[in-house]
């Protein structure tokens, strides 16, 4: 009997371990390309506050180690995924997420799924945010600049290169790096405002951009340009010596808006892709 005892005690010895461990992350464990490190929670409030995070937003967190923003951005009232590679992390994230009384999936609520980032369709999301290292971004960034304008996206210390963010915060040494996704406008428009037509064209790298308007052999520089997600807007003075002020919205190979002049004209334009 007493042999007995002693071999169930020791398979008990044995198995416990294995079944009774609590998975627990630890700093610096390493991920499939990174290497694990939470963003603290001031910076992650930053990050969303930088979004304009509310309900009503999609939000994609790529690489969400234990769920910390998207559970964040759920109680927001978003409707939040983490996207996470290592399973035993989001499990553990999804527990995190029901502690916090938020798990589940629809506004107000955050789910943590097991998944490799460059394989996820992340498409509708209103909100992307990202803790990566630069070269991730940077093969991230195609995908990011063909989803809708005026996605916004987060990067907590890394850059996009030479897509210089919109906005940068700095918090205890740390920076966050926000943009808005710009509509893709370059190349040649026929513009028409008040039954005048006009050859627009824009040259475009990334937000910013340049161009002409104009009846040839005659166009006038553009002036005063922007571009923040689907909104455009620039200005030209024209062969009378107006200063004419355009403003807009970008719907693929359309645009259209409003126009005032300097005088105190206004009226309706329309463009088209060429």
Known sequence: MTALRLLLVLALAVATP???QKYEP???QAGKDVIWVPTPDEVVERMLTMAMVGPGDIHFDLGAGNGKI???AAKRGATATG?????EMAKYANEQAQAAGVAGVGPGKAIIRQADIFVTDFSKATVITLYLLPTLNMKLRPQILSMKPGTRVV???FTMEDWEADEISTLDGRRAYFWVVPAQVMGSWNLEANNQKMD?????TFQKINGSVGIAPIHAGLRDTRLRGPFIQFSYVGQDGVRRDFNGRVNGAKMEGSFRDEKGGEGKWTAAKK
Request: hydrophobic residues 45%; glycine residues 4%; charged residues 10%.
């Open 26 to 28: 630890h700093v610096g």
């Open 83 to 87: 996207i996470e590679y290592n399973p």
């Open 155 to 157: 990067s907590h210390s």
């Open 70 to 72: 998207a559970i964040a």
């Open 200 to 204: 627009l064209t824009l040259e475009q």
């Open 18 to 20: 294995a079944f009774a």
